[in-house]
Nanobody
Framework: EVQLVEAGGGLVQPGGSLRLSCAASGFIFSGYAMSWVRQAPGKGPEWVSG????????TYVDSVKGRFTISRDDAKNTLYLQMNSLKPEDTAVYYC??????????????WGKGTLVTVSS
């Protein structure tokens, strides 16, 4: 059974940082691209970032480029999202997702339950 468990969310002031993690199990983690998706209150889901199976290629939505960094540790079956210079508009539930293939961009088939990030003074 595929399981994705996010952690690391919380309340942070504008300009602050958080590091999200996603513990994966039930599949060969190193063989798949992984993504982060967020959903702000009252809005639809928004894809945020993706990383390929080798970790050598990453991509971001324009609104987080230069502020967020996605990474993975295949030895620990864990995905990360380092978020710096946080803005109130980054407030959302952040979900970890397993991509269909080793390359991102082809869709996702499993999601975690999410972790809430609130950026507010």
């Amino acid at each position: 059974e595929v399981q994705l468990v996010e952690a690391g969310g919380g309340l942070v002031q504008p300009g602050g940082s958080l590091r999200l993690s996603c513990a994966a199990s039930g599949f060969i983690f190193s063989g798949y691209a992984m993504s982060w998706v967020r959903q702000a209150p009252g809005k639809g889901p928004e894809w945020v970032s993706g990383i390929d199976s080798g970790g050598g290629s990453t991509t971001y939505v324009d609104s987080v480029k230069g502020r967020f960094t996605i990474s993975r540790d295949d030895a620990k079956n864990t995905l990360y999202l380092q978020m710096n210079s946080l803005k109130p508009e980054d407030t959302a539930v952040y979900y970890c997702a397993k991509d269909l293939f080793g390359d991102y961009g082809y869709g996702m088939n499993y999601w975690g339950k999410g972790t809430l990030v609130t950026v507010s003074s």
